[in-house]
């Protein structure tokens, strides 16, 4: 008795079919996904260069109450790095707060954060600016601040440490 085996043969084709079209299936879908969130090699190397290019230097901090702006923290630093650097947030103790205002002036007392819509903040490459936190809308204890973290647009973070407790 011959057999022909042929129902073991379509068996198989159809079994590789299934596995073929879910596989690629879910190639397809997960090429989207992680082309989408991939930086090209272009764009990581020009974000590694804007954070190389961005320097600070901490000079001193100070905290400060007014009857005009209430409770303040004024932080010092220099910008030696190659670029200016904009300020995308500040953090101060690990928690970034809508509350948590802040400007940045020259040591003249020049306002360096545009007003308008796109309001920018920017640290001027080669010079002093000054660094200053308001906190008069909250019950904020400045006396207890640990740390300030300055997040820049480049994605770095520049961490400055309280030493006037």
Known sequence: MRRRAVSEIVSAVLVMMVVLAGMGFYIAASETRILGEALSVKESMQLNQNQISELLEFIDMFQESSPTYGETVRVFVYNYGLKNITVS??????????????RILDLDGK?????????????????????????????????????????????????????TK
């Open 89 to 102: 947030n500040v953090i101060v103790d690990g928690s970034l707060s809508e509350q948590n205002s802040f």
């Open 111 to 163: 306002n360096f954060t545009s007003n308008g819509e796109n309001q920018t903040r920017v640290l001027p490459m080669s010079t002093t600016s000054e660094l200053i936190l308001n906190f008069s809308d909250t019950f904020f204890d400045t006396s207890q601040i640990e740390s300030i973290v300055i997040h820049t647009d480049s994605e770095k973070l520049f961490e400055i440490l309280n030493t």
